[in-house]
């Protein structure tokens, strides 16, 4: 049963560009929620989800945008990157969004130069 | 707003019991957990905990809830040098969909 998978692992932009991230749940959850965790932070939400709709949304601008497909899986956008968008991007994915348990995938590491 | 504060770095011996703590302001929280994460790696669930509990125990963890204090850990026995990673707390309540997290305790084992 393959866990949460993301991809690229690794990407190298610069300043005002602008990025794609994308997930896969794990098998029989429908519900994302992305994350940005800095160096030395603990991640933090910014936004969940479910239906092909956003549900629920943390404390980011609106340059960070998403979508998410039929299927489950999600994209996260960013636009205009700045250098503080350099971070650790991480999904997680859910049984449904009551679900008490979220499982991570191994992340989207971003450097923007 | 909610608050999770962890102290950063502990350091232990092979074979030695491990406690990392964590204290959360949100009175609300309703879940606990800890989540495990090595080097360039996501994050692993370990356990959670509710808030109605006051002790969990899966093999070698042991989560301790004082909801009064608003403190929870998490005791590791018999500690190997596999347990070397960060260790994050993290709350949620029922009204929210997203996971407060702590800035991450590092455990590091000595041999």
């Known amino acids: 049963d393959a866990g949460v998978t993301q991809s690229p692992t690794h990407l190298i932009k610069t300043r005002g560009q602008q990025v794609t991230l994308r997930c896969s749940p794990k098998?029989?959850?429908?519900?994302v929620s992305w994350y940005q965790q800095a160096l030395g932070q603990g991640p933090q939400f910014i936004f969940q989800?479910?239906?092909?709709?956003?549900?629920q949304r943390g404390n980011f601008p609106d340059r960070f945008s998403g979508h998410q497909f039929p299927n489950y899986s999600s994209e996260l956008n960013v636009n205009a990157l700045l250098l503080g968008d350099s971070a650790l991007y991480l999904c997680?994915?859910?049984?449904?969004?009551?679900?008490?348990?979220?499982?991570f995938g191994p992340g989207t590491r971003l450097l923007v130069l | 707003g909610e608050d999770v504060e962890q102290s950063l770095f502990l350091s232990v011996r092979e074979g030695d019991s491990s406690v990392i703590n964590c204290t959360y302001t949100?009175?609300?929280?309703?879940?606990l957990y800890w989540y495990k994460q090595e080097p360039g790696a996501g994050l692993q669930l370990l356990t959670y905990?509710?808030?109605?509990?006051d002790m969990k125990q899966d093999q070698r963890l042991t989560v301790l809830l004082n909801k009064k204090d608003k403190h929870l850990s998490l005791r590791i026995a018999d500690t190997q040098t596999g347990d070397s990673a960060i260790y994050f707390c993290?709350?949620?309540?029922?009204?929210?969909?997203?996971?407060?997290f702590g800035s991450g305790t590092r455990l590091q084992v000595q041999p």
């Open positions: 949100d009175s609300s929280s309703t879940y």
């Open positions: 905990i509710f808030s109605n509990m």
């Open positions: 997680a994915s859910s049984l449904n969004p009551e679900t008490v348990t979220q499982y």
């Open positions: 993290a709350e949620k309540d029922t009204g929210r969909r997203a996971l407060t």
């Open positions: 098998s029989g959850h429908d519900t």
């Open positions: 989800y479910y239906e092909e709709e956003e549900r």
